[in-house]
């Protein structure tokens, strides 16, 4: 490890400074739950998530884009917190040029810009662990650098750490979940953000399983501009999604059925699984394709678990409670009993919906509330029977299918997701997956 490397490696100033900042909102809940119970009185929850995405909304870095995940995963948090920790933006205010010029010298030498046709002073796009300027390169093909913000090992250590106090705090007062297995997933994760190397390596393996599909479009990764911190691809432009929400509703579900395949061609295909569906990982092609962006959060399933996914599939169809029980055990879930398969199965009824009917509907007839009835209706019902441990491997494949699910329902598609998913899963067969996974990984530089 080089001398910047190592003096951002995991300092312990850097972790406490953020200890502090985030430890005394986090002491303020607790303090206000603690009140609450010893006097008997009903916590005031919303005031608690008021002042917790007031502590994490002046943090720049990881906690940030935690709490936004947490938001969208149910049942993680209660849904007054989801509510406030939702209004977080990802668009963090960018560093400047003397940071931008500092860190490219560090990365690629103090000649970094003789690299470079050109090179944009301000930040093209600016998030919670880095920013993207625009650049060419010499024989001026345009680029997008992602430069790493300073200091974000520490900071992910010290932020990982506050996380679990919060969920900590969280599940003294409401049992329904156990997040422990959740904030595990998320830390192993978040640490793997911080490496562009591997996201490099993920550019190239989502390149190697979308290459037959011609509505998703994948960067390719320049290596002899890219570091651990500095990632340059190529530039892929094209609309946000927000602005394609006025076409034609024939246009609106060819863009819906290309961000399914963006999707889940790699999962039911090879095991993988974008795990971030934020709006500004993808943008819109002319054509309504999609610019597939930012590969730092991908998990890689052992091909059972995709299995599973299936069986719980041909489970609802069939009423197979059997098949039903078998498939939650294959993702992780443990010691179940009936009530508890009663209460998981009404929240698997609801995101497997749209599969199981063979017609064009919408991702959600019931409109965009009905989730959130299902999801309080199953946390009560949890809470009553105990509380459920979430495994790990749940977490990102369910906020996959929630996020994307968002995202059909800002462009009002319908389309037969029945039929989609069916040419997806066709003749699935595990050998056959496993043998797909381990060459396209060993091909992309990955573990197996």
């Not at 969208?72 to 040029?97: F, K, R």
């Not at 959740?182 to 996201?199: P, V």
């Not at 029945?418 to 381990?438: N, P, T, Y």
Request: glycine share 10%; net charge positive.
């Amino acid at each position: 490890m080089t001398g910047p490397d190592r003096r951002e490696a995991n300092r312990l100033t850097g972790r406490a400074a953020r200890y502090a900042r985030v430890g005394a909102s986090a002491g303020r809940v607790g303090a206000r739950m603690a009140a609450a119970r010893l006097l008997g009185a009903p916590a005031d929850r919303g005031g608690m998530a008021a002042d917790l995405r007031r502590a994490l909304g002046g943090l720049k870095g990881p906690l940030m884009k935690v709490a936004q995940l947490l938001a969208t995963i149910p049942d993680a948090l209660p849904s007054d917190y989801a509510a406030e920790l939702a209004q977080l933006q990802a668009n963090a205010p960018p560093m400047g040029w003397p940071f931008v010029r500092r860190r490219m010298s560090s990365e690629l030498g103090p000649d970094w810009r003789s690299r470079f046709g050109s090179f944009e002073r301000e930040a093209a796009a600016a998030a919670s662990l880095g920013q993207v300027h625009r650049a060419t390169a010499t024989d001026g093909s345009p680029l997008a650098c992602k430069l790493q913000y300073p200091d974000m090992q520490s900071a992910v250590e010290a932020d990982l750490t506050q996380l679990g106090l919060i969920l900590a705090i969280y599940r003294r007062y409401d049992r329904a979940v156990d997040p422990g297995q959740i904030h595990e997933e998320i830390a192993e994760r978040l640490r793997e953000e911080l490496d562009y190397g591997r996201e490099a390596r993920h550019q190239k393996l989502y390149a190697l399983m979308l290459k037959d599909q011609p509505r998703v479009a994948v960067p390719r990764a320049v290596p002899e501009l890219s570091t651990r911190r500095l990632l340059t691809m190529g530039w892929l432009g094209g609309e946000p999604l927000m602005a394609a929400r006025s076409r034609p509703i024939e246009e609106r579900n060819e863009l819906a059925m290309a961000m399914f395949h963006a999707w889940y061609e790699p999962f039911y295909g090879f095991g993988a699984i974008h795990g971030d569906p934020h709006l500004g990982n993808y943008k819109v092609r002319p054509d309504m394709g999609v610019n597939l962006l930012d590969f730092g959060c991908i998990r890689i399933f052992a091909p059972k678990f995709v299995t599973g996914v299936i069986d719980l599939y041909r489970a609802l169809r069939d009423g197979d409670r059997a098949l039903a029980v078998h498939a939650y055990e294959t993702w992780g879930f443990a010691g179940l009993s009936n009530e508890m398969i009663d209460a998981l199965n009404l929240w698997a009824g609801f995101v497997y919906a749209p599969l199981l009917e063979d017609k064009p509907r919408a991702i959600q007839d019931e409109g965009a509330m009905y989730g959130a009835r299902v999801a309080s209706k199953v946390h009560a019902r949890l809470r009553e029977l105990g509380g459920v441990a979430v495994p790990r491997e749940f977490v990102l494949m369910d906020r996959a299918a929630i996020g994307l699910g968002s995202v059909f329902l800002h462009l009002r598609a319908e389309v037969n997701w029945h039929r989609i998913f069916h040419g997806l899963i066709e003749g699935h067969d595990e050998a056959r997956l496993a043998r797909r996974q381990k060459a396209a990984l060993e091909a992309a530089g990955l573990p197996v």
